[in-house]
């Protein structure tokens, strides 16, 4: 149980110092993007952190944001070590992190469901006839 807490704690501390290096970034997709850090998920022993990022636009545009995150991760990695109290600081990998799209599509699997279906009758309805 302490190893997760640990653990979860970590996860914490590296999202939100990843979140703070990549808000500095200099480049022009970064400027003109929203990009979050959504989740962090490190090995048990810290070896190896895979970030989950959420870039908000076109599926070219959060490709090319997460390759140029990846082709920077010593960099990230380095500026991160100084952030961090770790003795051992984590690999990145950067992916992006799909839970929004996924949402949005079964909500509008829901929706079309929904306008599709014959409108149920409530006994409220039924006791009016």
């Not at 991760?73 to 996924?102: G, Q, S, W």
């Amino acid at each position: 149980m302490a190893a997760n807490k640990r653990m979860s704690r970590v996860d914490a501390e590296v999202q939100k110092a990843l979140a703070n290096i990549i808000s500095k970034f200099d480049d022009i997709d970064f400027a003109t993007s929203l990009i979050s850090v959504m989740k962090v998920e490190t090995t048990s022993d810290f070896s190896f952190a895979k970030v989950f990022v959420s870039v908000l636009g076109e599926k070219e545009k959060k490709t090319r944001i997460v390759k140029k995150l990846n082709d920077n991760k010593k960099t990230i990695r380095y500026d991160l070590a100084h952030n961090l109290k770790m003795r051992n600081v984590p690999e990145l990998m950067f992916v992006v992190d799909e839970v929004e799209e996924k949402a949005e599509r079964i909500l509008k699997l829901f929706e079309q469901i929904e306008t599709e279906l014959p409108p149920v009758e409530t006994e409220e309805q039924t006791d009016e006839d």
